[in-house]
């Protein structure tokens, strides 16, 4: 393709500059561009609003046929760089590069890559080069094109850039690559993304997922104990892939949301850890401020000490967002003047999407990813800030359905063997028989005992007591301060059982969740004897390795 004096013209400063009038040719190779110039440059006079002739100063010089130099003071601005391709210009003496960037690869779907560069979109989420531009199907070329790695005699963050695919519905990718002379390339590669077919509007809806931000650290009631994690998704009433779909929402191209702080299109998750000593024992990392040190920058993404500083050692995890990662023995600090000394660097490898993926009924989470324990389930897999798997207990359901909220009382406990309620399920290991008692102590707890709940206890006057309980460890649960002295006493050696679901219902079905630890026979009670009265439905129920359920039928005993 040729370039003509109604696509390009060249001032008498040097400013080689884009015309509208040529809008609708090009774009043109760094090569068509020399070639135009060298062509003006034979001339014995200018013409037109070209100015370079024979008498003029060589305006080009090709090294080869990707890498064109301008000579001063010919040169080229943003706009004209958006219009040429296949390799790469420089100028102003080398103080200023365009380089080429060719993406090659297969997307699936209509993509508009995205080009991060000094940790800023580069030409925002809608840039010049749409969903591709100078692409070559044959030779699975996505788009080619040119970015501005070096200006005023300094390289934009050591020439390095990333190129992103993130399409809602499609899976994502990304590329780093450092650019230079010539042409670099970078490879992206997506696919559709069976997980994420939910219309963009309906995910914006789903406001009840949520994530507790930074350093924390959670008990899966798996028996590992409390594992550290930078984030705690609660599902609220959705799917496990609903929030996967949610988390992809969030760093879409085009996202108004932000993620730790960070604009969710930057988002990537954890890139490095970072061990450190020689902290000011007074100081602390901030979370979601800018950590800095002579080569980078990274963003705060959770710290050991998590706002309380507890020594001079620790450890801070980061999303690399400028230069190279620190080396040992490196100061760092943050926004609010906290300063330590590197010690050790560990580098983690990211997931295309940050959360990680989805199976359709489960979470493969990626470093650091937690999640509310009570909404995981036995086929789910984390990895904690040690980036050790850990894998969820299998919490099951059990549910009662056809109750009439407001009307029917609910009452599911274990069963004893004959189809009857197991009274003696356990038995007290104490006398309480005073006021502010906060733990109750028995002969053993069930391993599949949910972690809150209710309990009833067998009165010395022949009653059973309904008490709550916030948690259970070893043979103790642990109570709201509650009154025991006469007559609500109690003498060690008493009936206690669990009460899985005893509750005045207040919706159609009734349900509670634990650990499954072996097939369990419940016996389930539901009587209403005033609105709508039945008769006393009794049955059992199993709950097993996908929980459980009973559908209560409804007697009228008007």
């Known amino acids: 393709m040729t370039i003509t004096a109604a696509d390009v013209s060249v001032a008498t400063s040097g400013d080689i500059r884009w015309e509208?009038?040529?809008?609708?040719?090009?774009?043109?190779?760094?090569?068509?561009?020399?070639?135009?110039?060298?062509?003006?440059?034979?001339?014995?006079?200018?013409?037109?609003?070209?100015?370079?002739?024979?008498?003029?100063?060589n305006p080009s010089e090709r090294s080869t046929d990707n890498i064109i130099t301008l000579v001063a003071p010919y040169n080229i601005d943003a706009d004209m760089a958006e219009h040429l391709y296949d390799g790469s210009i420089s100028q102003a003496g080398g103080d200023v590069l365009y380089s080429g960037l060719v993406v090659v690869g297969a997307v699936y779907s209509t993509t508009t890559l995205q080009v991060v560069?000094?940790?800023?979109?580069?030409?925002?989420?809608t840039p010049f080069w749409d969903t591709g531009i100078n692409t070559d199907p044959a030779n699975n070329i996505l788009t080619r094109m040119l970015?501005?790695?070096?200006?005023?005699?300094?390289?934009?963050?050591?020439?390095?850039?990333?190129?992103?695919?993130r399409e809602l519905g499609d899976t994502y990718a990304e590329f780093s690559v450092t650019m230079g002379l010539g042409n670099s390339v970078a490879a992206i590669f997506t696919n559709q993304d069976l997980n994420n077919q939910t219309e963009e509007a309906t995910i914006a809806t789903w406001t009840g997922i949520t994530n507790t931000e930074?350093?924390?650290?959670?008990?899966?009631?798996?028996?590992?104990?409390?594992?550290?994690?930078?984030?705690?998704?609660?599902?609220?009433?959705?799917?496990?892939?609903?929030?996967?779909?949610?988390?992809?929402?969030?760093?879409?191209?085009?996202?108004?949301?932000?993620?730790?702080?960070?604009?969710?299109?930057?988002?990537?998750?954890?890139?490095?850890?970072?061990?450190?000593?020689?902290?000011?024992?007074?100081?602390?990392?901030?979370?979601?401020?800018?950590?800095?040190?002579?080569?980078?920058?990274?963003?705060?993404?959770?710290?050991?000490?998590?706002?309380?500083?507890?020594g001079t050692t620790g450890t801070v995890w980061i999303q690399l967002l400028t230069g190279v990662a620190p080396l040992t023995d490196v100061n760092i600090a943050?926004?609010?003047?906290?300063?330590?000394?590197?010690?050790?660097?560990?580098?983690?490898?990211?997931?295309?999407?940050f959360v990680g993926t989805s199976t359709g009924s489960a979470l493969i989470g990626a470093y650091g990813i937690g999640v509310e324990p009570t909404d995981l389930s036995k086929d789910d897999k984390l990895f904690d800030l040690t980036n050790t798997q850990r894998i969820p207990p299998n919490n099951v359901t059990f549910t009662v359905y056809s109750v009439?909220?407001?009307?029917?009382?609910?009452?599911?406990?274990?069963?004893?063997?004959?189809?009857?309620?197991?009274?003696?399920?356990?038995?007290?290991?104490?006398?309480?028989?005073?006021?502010?008692?906060?733990?109750?102590?028995v002969n053993a707890i069930p391993a599949d005992t949910p972690t809150s709940g209710t309990?009833?206890?067998?009165?010395?006057?022949?009653?059973?007591?309904?008490?709550?309980?916030?948690?259970?460890?070893?043979?103790?649960?642990?109570?709201?301060?509650?009154?025991?002295?006469?007559?609500?006493?109690?003498?060690?050696?008493?009936?206690?059982?669990?009460?899985?679901?005893?509750?005045?219902?207040?919706?159609?079905?009734?349900?509670?969740?634990?650990?499954?630890?072996t097939d369990r026979t419940l016996f389930v009670r539901v009587r209403d004897g005033g609105g709508t009265p039945i008769k006393s439905f009794e049955t059992t129920g199993s709950l097993g390795t996908a929980g459980g359920s009973t559908t209560a039928i409804r007697t009228s005993d008007a």
């Not at 599911?412 to 309480?432: F, I, K, R």
């Open 334 to 353: 943050d926004e609010t003047g906290c300063n330590a000394n590197t010690d050790v660097i560990t580098s983690r490898t990211l997931s295309p999407h």
């Open 147 to 165: 970015i501005n790695t070096r200006t005023a005699g300094a390289d934009v963050d050591g020439k390095r850039i990333r190129v992103t695919a």
């Open 214 to 310: 930074g350093w924390q650290e959670i008990d899966l009631n798996n028996g590992d104990g409390d594992q550290p994690y930078y984030s705690k998704w609660d599902y609220g009433t959705k799917a496990v892939n609903d929030v996967y779909e949610r988390a992809k929402w969030l760093t879409r191209r085009g996202t108004s949301s932000t993620i730790h702080s960070m604009d969710g299109e930057l988002f990537r998750g954890i890139t490095h850890q970072i061990t450190y000593d020689t902290q000011d024992a007074s100081e602390f990392f901030v979370e979601d401020e800018i950590l800095t040190w002579a080569t980078g920058t990274g963003h705060i993404i959770a710290d050991s000490e998590a706002g309380v500083d507890s």
């Open 455 to 517: 309990i009833r206890i067998k009165l010395d006057d022949g009653r059973y007591r309904k008490v709550s309980f916030t948690s259970w460890t070893g043979t103790t649960f642990t109570i709201p301060s509650t009154d025991f002295t006469d007559p609500d006493d109690a003498t060690s050696g008493n009936d206690v059982f669990v009460s899985y679901i005893d509750t005045l219902a207040d919706d159609t079905s009734e349900a509670f969740t634990t650990k499954y630890n």
């Open 404 to 441: 009439i909220s407001g009307e029917d009382y609910v009452l599911v406990g274990p069963e004893n063997g004959s189809g009857g309620l197991d009274y003696d399920q356990m038995a007290t290991t104490a006398t309480y028989d005073a006021s502010g008692i906060e733990a109750i102590a």
């Open 117 to 125: 560069q000094d940790n800023a979109l580069y030409d925002t989420d």
């Open 20 to 57: 509208a009038a040529g809008a609708g040719d090009g774009p043109y190779t760094v090569l068509e561009l020399h070639r135009f110039l060298q062509d003006l440059a034979d001339q014995a006079s200018p013409s037109g609003d070209d100015v370079v002739d024979i008498t003029s100063t």
